[in-house]
Nanobody, 121 residues
Framework: QVQLVESGGGLVQSGGSLRLSCVASGDILSVSVMDWYRQAPGKQRELVASMNDLGNINYGESVKGRVTISRDLGKNAAYLQMNSLRAEDTAVYYC???????????????WGQGTQVTVSS
């Protein structure tokens, strides 16, 4: 069984910072991409940041310049540092990993349960 667990969400004031963590566990062979998405009530899920095993990074336009994604390959973990937070950043943040397992070498995407981020005005 493979699962992702996010942590680090909470309540923060506008202009503040928050650091989210995502750790994958299980019989993992390799992880090619780890991403952060977010979804606010009544809105579509949108990309926040993505990073592959070559070090290529992509940020969503709404957060570019305010967030930084990083990875710890040895721990199968990804982190999202968020600064200058705004009320519109309030959402559930989800981690996704594209990976292969020992049982199945086909690439598959695994989603975490999400962590709530609330930014007060």
């Amino acid at each position: 069984q493979v699962q992702l667990v996010e942590s680090g969400g909470g309540l923060v004031q506008s202009g503040g910072s928050l650091r989210l963590s995502c750790v994958a566990s299980g019989d993992i062979l390799s992880v090619s991409v780890m991403d952060w998405y977010r979804q606010a009530p009544g809105k579509q899920r949108e990309l926040v940041a993505s990073m592959n095993d070559l070090g290529n990074i992509n940020y969503g336009e709404s957060v570019k310049g305010r967030v930084t994604i990083s990875r710890d390959l040895g721990k199968n973990a990804a982190y999202l540092q968020m600064n200058s937070l705004r009320a519109e950043d309030t959402a559930v943040y989800y981690c996704r990993a594209t990976l292969k397992t020992l049982q199945d070498r086909r690439a598959q995407s695994i989603w975490g349960q999400g962590t709530q981020v609330t930014v007060s005005s």
